[in-house]
């Protein structure tokens, strides 16, 4: 993977598609899918809609690459931030709890976690879901903040 040269691909694919050149779109997005696979082609635009603050292209972008790679726990943490973004936010928590039900990391633990805090007001998961984070990393430490404040401790 060239991450610079796919970078470049998918800018000038997304400057093309959006002053209507659907064929250079087309090529650049071809030339593309020479350097990356369909999913990391897919996170690569949902990168740049994000960029340009579109999370509805960005959602779209990822439900495609979902609907051909559902056990993505990778697609699923960044469609969790895509909707996070929009304020979608159970949509948010639906995407990271699919995440974390396929494969559990630090980041997306502590942002779900934050999630059940702030938006449905479940302390007890959220620290459940923080210490979960912490012992995937221990080295986080707002994590180990947030658990000591609303938990009253972390067990060495």
Aim: net charge positive; proline share 4%.
């Amino acid at each position: 993977l060239e991450p610079l040269r796919l970078d470049i691909l998918i800018l000038r694919a997304d400057a093309a598609m959006r002053l209507g050149r659907e064929d250079d779109a087309a090529t650049a997005l071809a030339r593309a899918s020479a350097l990356a696979t369909p999913d990391q082609i897919a996170a690569a635009r949902a990168d740049v809609a994000l960029a340009r603050n579109d999370p509805a292209a960005a959602i779209g972008f990822i439900r495609a690459a979902l609907n051909r790679t559902p056990q993505s726990a990778q697609l699923w943490t960044l469609l969790g931030g895509a909707y996070g973004r929009a304020g979608e936010y159970e949509h948010a928590i639906d995407a990271y709890q699919r995440s974390i039900g396929l494969r559990p990391t630090p980041l997306a633990c502590k942002t779900l976690a934050a999630l059940m805090f702030e938006v449905r007001h479940d302390r007890a998961k959220a620290v459940q879901l923080w210490k979960q984070s912490l012992e995937l990393d221990r080295n986080q430490p707002d994590v180990q903040q947030f658990v000591r404040r609303f938990d009253g401790g972390i067990k060495k």
